[in-house]
């Protein structure tokens, strides 16, 4: 006799076919030792469940098919009838679903900031974004163009605490890019700041004419910082050497003294 069977579906990406969005009836011939057992078992609608992994894949494009024969699906109704019951035949129909499959991409995330930190107060180290990377799926020649993603602007002014909170990644312009995350983490630590001298040696040759002293650096610093590390470097003008300083990003500096000396004439 004739069975109908109700197909549920599951394991599929949400971006799936819309097929997949409702369950399928189909029919198959069952037979058994009694008519009368299978009308019993068979009064209502038999329930299968398929899984992605039931299916094959097969890859064309940015397309994926999945696709299940009618010998498999065959074979996995009769795995589920009772004891006795045999799949005399099945529908002839192959089961197939198709859905647009992208590339993925990870990518660092990157958080624009308009802090004002209180009278005394900065800044103390790297702002911390948990986490520090996002996937992003879609069209290849939309992900080859796209090389971060940005969150909303943190805002907040006179702090004089770490700030944390959570904050959205921005949608992009194009539709079809999809973010594995819609929100992340960021923690910006803030204390109170104080002055830090350092002093620097050079000693360099110009032209056969030796240079050699120390450059005095006054920075804004973290109170619990007491060593900073600081690089001087030179720059050798017409008339002039001139000093610059490279140091962590959140340190400020102040002054450097001198900031040039004269190259010699003689």
Sequence with gaps: M???FTIHYSGFSP????QLNADTTIEAEITSKGFSLISYYFKHQYLINLSKADFTPVVRGDSVQYILHPEDLMNIIAQSLPQGFIVAKAPEDTLMFSFVSYPTKEVPIKVPLSITCADGYMISGPVRISPRMVILNGPIEILNGIDSAITNTIESNDI?????????????????IRSSLKKVRIIIPVEKSKLLVVKKSYNMEHKNHKYNGEVEIVLTVPESINNV??????????????????????????SISPETIPLSIQ
């Design 229 to 254: 590390n600081v690089v001087l470097r030179s720059d050798v003008g017409d008339e002039n050497i001139s000093f610059r300083v490279q140091v962590p990003d959140f340190i400020k500096v102040n």
């Design 2 to 4: 004739k069975v109908p």
């Design 15 to 18: 971006d799936a076919s819309t």
């Design 160 to 176: 004089s605490d770490t700030l944390s909170t959570e904050t959205n990644i921005q949608a992009f312009s194009d539709k079809r």
